[in-house]
């Protein structure tokens, strides 16, 4: 008997001894739109701290959406467990929106392991701010490197990943069920440095061309515990939604199973 290929779909890629992690960017703030305008001023125009720093209504709109898809890839029959996300607001913010969307209540967990890469007392400073005011630390930076050089009060992208690294070997590697994290640029990129192997190269230059979405989400699968985790492929998010944004019979299985 020839079987559908809706069924082949679900037996395969939907199976419950699947486990799921899901990372998501938060949504836009302030600071991601003018951190990606060219400048010639020493400081952004933003007040505060960074951690305080909450979404723009674009940003309120992407993490909307993200939960409406999650609550789609992630119904009843195979839940998120929990999310974690940083200390600062706008993960916060994010994960209390997706937890808000999906079909039933999820614990949010907040840990410091998956903040953004601290830079210190340079938080709120541009490139042209460092190399005019602090023209020591620009000749270290241009001395050391991106990769290795470390702002005042703040981290490198060794110390970065080192945490991350502790963070997913204590939360991730050896837990059960479906997990969520809600984090910054640099820190889907680490993830997927564990996993993927990407190099220092390749998470440099990814970072350095914003190719981490506000609100993107990025989606890796195993079979079982102790397994290596793997990237799960487009496919399967974009046929999962395809599936569940059909009218009819289709989409009310879709969201029941």
Not at 36 to 50: C, L, M
Not at 148 to 155: A, Q
Request: glycine share 6%; proline share 5%; charged share 20%.
């Amino acid at each position: 008997m020839l079987l559908s290929a809706s069924t082949i779909f679900w037996r395969s890629s939907m199976r419950k001894s699947y486990q799921y992690l899901v990372v998501v960017r938060h949504g836009r703030t302030l600071a991601n739109v003018l951190t990606a305008r060219p400048t010639s001023e020493h400081f952004y125009p933003v007040v505060g701290s960074d951690q305080a720093l909450g979404l723009t209504d674009t940003g309120i709109f992407q993490a909307i959406t993200a939960g409406v898809r999650l609550s789609w890839l992630f119904p009843r029959r195979m839940p998120l467990e929990k999310i974690d996300c940083s200390p600062f607001l706008r993960t916060q913010t994010t994960a209390e929106i997706i937890g808000h969307h999906l079909p039933y209540e999820v614990e949010i967990v907040v840990d410091g392991r998956i903040s953004k890469r601290s830079y210190g007392d340079f938080w709120n400073i541009t490139y042209a701010g460092v190399e005019a005011l602090y023209p020591g630390e620009h000749a270290l930076y241009a001395e050391q490197g991106e990769f290795l050089y470390r702002p005042p009060n703040g981290e490198n992208y060794p110390d970065l990943l080192s945490r991350v690294n502790e963070y997913l070997e204590e939360k991730v590697n050896h837990a059960t069920g479906n997990r969520c994290i809600v984090t910054h640029a640099a820190v889907c990129l680490a993830i997927e440095k564990a996993i993927c192997k990407i190099s220092d190269k390749e998470l440099l230059a990814r970072y350095n061309a914003n190719k981490v979405d506000n609100g993107e989400i990025t989606i890796y699968w195993r079979k079982a515990v102790g397994e290596p985790w793997k990237k799960c492929p487009e496919w399967w998010c974009r046929l999962r939604c395809y599936i569940a944004d059909l009218p009819g019979w289709i989409s009310t299985w879709t969201q029941a199973s």
